[in-house]
């Protein structure tokens, strides 16, 4: 194992040879002697040694402590100083080179060993410190993390060098200073709290604050503070990570805004399509808009129909901002002739500084607007690619540069409030062709009650005429018949005035049958249920079809109009029943389902196709007729039928109409 160079300064040469004898015999090696503090400069330089001993008085211009403190500076090499000397300014001056020892003349072998063993291991170890303290700055210097140490009151003991790259302040002039002078005016407070909360052992998480940059700015800070303990385990300070933020905040920012962007479309989307009031709900989406993107005014201009006028349509205005009042006539646009050819290819329109467009579109722009604008944005509106018109928006403040997450937010914005006022054109001319429809229906259905008020008008007419004219007439003819006294005729004249009075009474009874078939219900009294018995057995009297007739024993009353409609109903099914459909059964059931009263007219006769007969029987108008009787009285009707399957017809009436029917 190689020994220990040691390299003695001793400008007495016999003192200097008796600590080389000493040394040897101790086992370290001796590399030189030198007599003066420029001869051990230079053998230190040469030989390296591990360990000098240096005299205090020396010969030449530098005594040992000037000499030691070159050693300290250029070699770092330890250095035990031997001297006869022990004033107190000689050591005053001696400490200042930070010896690692001091023996005082004469000494004892012993006494040199073991300062000599000291020395080298405290400089181990200071070596290992700052090699460790070393490997500590490059790793602090490496961080992009801000560290700091402070004092029991707050002051920066250290400061990393991020700390001066980050926010200009030297940290040379800062170590000492309280921490505060770099916190922004309205943290201070609140981080002062937190530093003695910490201090007296509270746990502090991490937390955040704005760290008060030398030019004025200011970076958002995220802390994490722990306190530095002593021996004995009292805190004596706080060792702190500072990190800037400001990336994070402005993520933070931008899924703020994102969020806020969903929300603004949710509830726009929201507004318009369930709006009742066009109008009101473009206002309310325009003003959302106008707060949420921070402009000063929002305006939609649409186009007018074969013109080449914008109108503005819609318009929201900053609270608070005098604006002159807009005219609703409408502006051309015949000067922005190659902005028009971009909006109209879905280009925006951006211009974030008015001042930078030529004089003549300035001119142009205050003239349309009527305000002196400073930026604006121009979002293209289509409804399946037909140019709509533009939504624009205007700051009159400040100028703005707008982002394309903005403009994508703004564009699908104007595509909703363009669907919903697309959508309320559709539905305004919708309505109006509804309202045309529903004039016509409503001519329709009066036409349907005077034809069915003349249909019962006729009844009446026929009934009367046939009662007062040919009945009379058949019965009188009947009284003089048999007035004749048979006894002066011939027994073939006998025969055929039997003959005759029977016809007569066939046809008087026939006429009255038609009479009760075909005229009106003149009682209003008279209840459903009686006359569609009464109906029934006129044409159902004589064998072959057997009727079915179910009714409930009691259901509400039923007015005049309805029951009247509602027999007319059944006698047409019934009729042709009997004249068409060759039926050996027929159902009738009336029923109440509902607060409505249910009729059904079935049979098993031979059917029919429904759309080919009422194609070909175009001068067949019982169907039609038996379904404008249920639409007078808000009912509806259906026939179903096919070939040998037979026919039903089924309707539901309410008990009281709603149309104040009247015959």
Same mark, same amino acid.
């Given at each position: 194992?190689?020994?220990?160079?040691?390299?003695i300064v001793e400008d007495e040469k016999i003192v200097a040879v008796d600590i080389k004898n000493t040394l040897l015999h101790l086992g370290y090696a001796v590399c030189g002697i030198a007599l003066s503090g420029e001869d051990a400069l230079k053998q230190i330089k040469e030989t390296q040694p591990a360990l000098v001993l240096m005299d205090i008085v020396l010969k030449g211009d530098m005594d040992g402590i000037e000499t030691a403190e070159h050693v300290r500076h250029r070699f770092n090499t330890p250095v035990i100083y031997l001297?006869? *000397?022990?004033?107190?300014? &000689?050591?005053?001056?001696?400490?200042? &080179?930070?010896?690692?020892? *001091?023996?005082?003349?004469?000494?004892?072998?012993?006494?040199?060993? &073991?300062?000599?063993?000291?020395?080298?291991?405290?400089?181990?170890?200071?070596?290992?410190?700052?090699?460790?303290?070393?490997?500590y700055h490059r790793l602090i210097d490496r961080l992009t993390d801000m560290v700091f140490t402070l004092d029991k009151d707050g002051n920066f003991t250290y400061l990393s060098p991020q700390f001066e790259k980050l926010s200009g302040h030297p940290v040379r002039i800062l170590l000492g200073h309280s921490f505060t002078e770099v916190v922004a005016p309205e943290y201070i407070k609140s981080t002062a709290k937190l530093f003695k909360q910490g201090f007296s052992g509270k746990k502090i998480s991490l937390y955040e604050t704005e760290l008060l940059c030398k030019d004025g700015k200011r970076i958002p800070i995220e802390l994490n503070v722990t306190s530095i303990l002593n021996a004995e385990g009292n805190p004596i300070g706080r060792l702190g990570v500072a990190r800037d933020i400001t990336e994070r905040k402005q993520a933070e920012e931008i899924v703020k805004k994102h969020v806020e962007m969903e929300k603004t479309l949710t509830k726009i989307s929201a507004t318009v399509v369930k709006a009742k009031q066009m109008d009101i709900a473009v206002k309310k989406a325009l003003a959302h808009l106008g707060t949420v993107f921070d402009v000063d005014q929002v305006y939609l201009f649409q186009i007018r129909e074969k013109e080449k006028i914008w109108d503005y349509s819609y318009g929201w205005t900053r609270k608070g901002l005098k604006v002159k009042k807009r005219s609703r006539r409408g502006v051309s646009f015949d000067n922005f002739s190659q902005w028009i050819k971009q909006l109209k290819h879905h280009q925006v329109i951006t211009i974030p500084d008015v001042k930078k467009l030529s004089s003549r579109l300035q001119k142009n722009i205050k003239k349309i607007s009527e305000q002196n604008i400073k930026s604006f944005l121009i979002i293209p509106l289509h409804f399946e690619e037909n140019f709509f018109g533009a939504l624009g928006f205007f700051n009159n403040t400040e100028i703005r540069t707008w982002q394309q997450d903005d403009i994508g937010i703004l564009q699908t914005a104007g595509e909703i409030i363009t669907s919903g006022l697309v959508k309320d054109r559709f539905q305004k001319k919708l309505t109006h062709v509804l309202e045309e429809l529903e004039t016509d229906r409503m001519k329709m259905v009066e036409l349907a009650k005077r034809i069915i008020d003349a249909q019962e008008k006729e009844r009446l007419y026929l009934a009367s005429e046939i009662h007062d004219d040919m009945l009379q007439g058949l019965v009188a003819i009947l009284y003089f018949l048999q007035m004749i006294d048979i006894s002066t005729l011939d027994k073939k004249?006998?025969?055929?005035?039997?003959?005759?009075?029977? %016809?007569?009474?066939?046809?008087?009874?026939?006429?009255?049958? %038609?009479?009760?078939?075909?005229?009106?219900?003149?009682?209003?009294?008279? /209840?459903?249920?009686?006359?569609?018995?009464?109906?029934?057995? %006129?044409?159902?009297? /004589?064998?072959? &079809?057997?009727?079915?007739?179910?009714?409930? /024993?009691?259901?509400?009353?039923?007015?005049f109009a309805a029951k009247v409609n509602i027999l007319r109903i059944i006698q047409e099914a019934l009729?042709?029943?009997?004249?068409?459909?060759?039926?050996?059964?027929?159902?009738?059931?009336?029923?109440?389902?509902?607060?409505?009263?249910?009729?059904?007219v079935k049979d098993d006769g031979v059917g029919f196709n429904l759309k080919l007969f009422l194609k070909k029987n175009t001068r067949h108008y019982g169907i039609l007729t038996m379904q404008e009787r249920a639409q007078l009285i808000d009912g509806e009707l259906t026939v179903t039928s096919r070939s040998g399957k037979g026919t039903i017809v089924k309707g539901f009436f309410p008990f009281v109409s709603k149309r104040r029917t009247r015959f």
């Open positions: 194992m190689a020994r220990t160079k040691i390299l001297t006869a *000397y022990a004033d107190h300014k &000689t050591l005053e001056r001696a400490k200042i &080179t930070e010896p690692f020892g *001091y023996i005082i003349k004469p000494f004892e072998e012993k006494e040199l060993y &073991t300062a000599i063993e000291m020395a080298l291991y405290k400089h181990k170890m200071e070596n290992k410190v700052k090699e460790s303290e070393k490997k004249m006998q025969e055929r005035k039997e003959k005759l009075i029977e %016809l007569i009474k066939a046809s008087i009874d026939r006429g009255r049958r %038609l009479i009760s078939e075909i005229e009106p219900i003149r009682e209003p009294e008279i /209840g459903l249920i009686q006359a569609v018995k009464k109906s029934i057995d %006129l044409r159902f009297a /004589g064998p072959g &079809t057997k009727v079915e007739f179910n009714y409930p /024993g009691k259901f509400p009353k039923i007015n009729m042709n029943v009997r004249k068409h459909a060759q039926a050996t059964r027929v159902s009738i059931k009336i029923s109440v389902f509902k607060n409505k009263l249910k009729m059904e």
